[in-house]
């Protein structure tokens, strides 16, 4: 069945990096457009960037733009999201996501569409 495993996420200050990784089986992964979400607790999914399926498209959030990388791996089946210049806003739960092309941008409609195959999402926190 399709899985999607995430993971790369932690704790970190104020500046610094992290790289989040996504593993999709199931499914052929080299043909599907990709996407990465968040959630703060208590608030509604937020898109943060997507790619297309031979990763020659990326496109991001406003706010995480200039600071984010979206990219992937096909031979492997792994998506990546690495992420520069954290700061406190960017503490959230990160979920990789099934995309359509164009991207859908609508944090909610990832849920929607493609929740059933996400998996339990990597936190990442931010402390100044």
């Known amino acids: 069945q399709v899985q999607l495993v995430e993971s790369g996420g932690g704790s970190v200050q104020t500046g610094e990096s992290l790289r989040l990784s996504c593993v999709g089986s199931g499914f052929r992964f080299y043909l599907y457009p990709m996407a990465w979400v968040r959630q703060v607790a208590g608030q509604e999914l937020e898109w943060v960037a997507s790619i297309n399926s031979d990763g020659s498209k990326v496109d991001y959030a406003d706010p995480v733009k200039d600071r984010f990388i979206i990219s992937r791996d096909n031979a492997e089946n792994k998506m990546y999201l690495q992420l520069d210049s954290l700061t406190t806003e960017d503490t959230a739960m990160y979920y990789c996501?099934?995309?359509?092309?164009?991207?859908?941008?609508?944090?909610?409609?990832?849920?929607?569409?493609?929740?059933?195959?996400w998996g339990q999402g990597t936190q990442v926190t931010v402390s100044s």
């Open positions: 996501s099934q995309d359509s092309y164009p991207p859908m941008r609508e944090g909610r409609r990832y849920r929607d569409i493609f929740g059933e195959y």
